[in-house]
């Protein structure tokens, strides 16, 4: 099993930035990609920047230019720093990751999702 934990989630002014992290944590081989999502009340949850299994990073037109992934794969933790913050960005944020791990002496794949954290942006 592998689980996700996030941080750094909270309430900002706009314009103002913010950190995300997410560790994976758990037997695990590799992780292959790795992930941002967000879902704001009433809105279907959306993409917001993923690193993919080729190894490139793709964001949300939204986002681009403002947001920024980037990975500590010796520790299977995965940043995104959010800059030029707009009220829109409000959302629960999600980390997703899809790779590889360990049950028993087997390795099977995994997909696995993170709790959400609220990124909450207002004046």
């Known amino acids: 099993q592998v689980q996700l934990v996030e941080s750094g989630g909270g309430l900002v002014q706009p314009g103002g930035s913010l950190r995300l992290s997410c560790t994976a944590s758990?037997?695990?081989?590799?992780?292959?990609?790795m992930g941002w999502y967000r879902q704001a009340p009433g809105n279907e949850r959306e993409l917001v920047a993923r690193?993919?299994?080729?190894?490139?990073?793709n964001y949300a037109d939204s986002v681009k230019g403002r947001f920024t992934i980037s990975r500590d794969s010796a520790k299977n933790t995965m940043y995104i720093q959010m800059n030029s913050l707009k009220p829109e960005d409000t959302a629960v944020y999600y980390c997703?990751?899809?790779?590889?791990?360990?049950?028993?002496?087997?390795?099977?794949?995994?997909?696995?999702w993170g709790q959400g954290t609220q990124v909450t942006v207002s004046s």
């Open positions: 997703n990751a899809i790779g590889l791990l360990r049950s028993g002496y087997n390795v099977q794949a995994f997909n696995s």
């Open positions: 690193f993919t299994g080729s190894g490139t990073s």
């Open positions: 758990g037997t695990i081989t590799s992780i292959n990609a």
